[in-house]
């Protein structure tokens, strides 16, 4: 049973560019989040995507935007890039929208120089 | 939005002494979760613990949802058991996001 698998691990980009990430989910899982943990502090909620909408949002800028396919994998895009935006992204999945247990990827580490 | 404060926020042991982590919640939660983060990052499962007492080898949790809070026990710790501790609360009604803790930073040294 495959996990959650996010890509690309690592990668780094200049201020003002653009980004995706991407996310596979559980076996199982429909839902999709998306955090932002910057170094030294706990994750913070992007948005979380079911059924192919976003269904809540964190506080976060329309320059984070997100995507979620039939398959249910999922994409974060964040464009205009700014320094602020150096961090570990990471990706959780679950069974359903506001039920079972939240599993996490290995993250994909954001670099803006 | 719901707070979740967790306790202590720096922990330093010795090899094989015994812990508690308090996770304190302000708000009814549906669910709430305990995870460790290894030093490259990835957020390992715990302990998925709503309400009640769950044991997994050296680790437990008890979670009280009435009273708001949650307890992850660490017996005979081990330099592996170094990194950081979340706790994770899914806020009850409708579409809810999952917030974190504060975070327990746990440090065993030999």
């Known amino acids: 049973d495959a996990g959650v698998t996010q890509s690309p691990t690592h990668l780094i980009k200049t201020r003002g560019q653009q980004v995706t990430l991407r996310c596979s989910p559980k076996?199982?899982?429909?839902?999709v989040s998306w955090y932002q943990q910057a170094l030294g502090q706990g994750p913070q909620f992007i948005f979380q995507?079911?059924?192919?909408?976003?269904?809540q949002r964190g506080n976060f800028p329309d320059r984070f935007s997100g995507h979620q396919f039939p398959n249910y994998s999922s994409e974060l895009n964040v464009n205009a890039l700014l320094l602020g935006d150096s961090a570990l992204y990471l990706c959780a999945t679950q069974p359903g929208p506001n039920t079972g247990e939240l599993f996490f990827g290995e993250g994909s580490r954001l670099t803006v120089l | 939005g719901i707070q979740v404060e967790q306790s202590p926020p720096d922990l330093i042991l010795q090899e094989g002494a015994n812990s508690t982590l308090r996770c304190n919640f302000s708000d009814s939660v549906n669910n709430l979760q305990w995870f460790h983060q290894n030093p490259w990052g990835q957020l390992i499962n715990l302990f998925y613990?709503?309400?009640g007492t769950k044991q997994n080898g050296r680790l437990s949790a008890t979670t009280v949802a009435t009273e708001r809070y949650s307890l992850l026990y660490i017996s005979s710790s081990q330099t592996t058991d170094s990194g950081v501790y979340f706790c994770a609360v899914l806020e009850s009604g409708g579409y809810q996001k999952v917030t974190f803790g504060t975070g327990t930073k746990l440090q065993v040294i030999p």
């Open positions: 076996s199982g899982h429909d839902t």
């Open positions: 613990i709503p309400s």
């Open positions: 995507y079911y059924e192919e909408e976003e269904r």
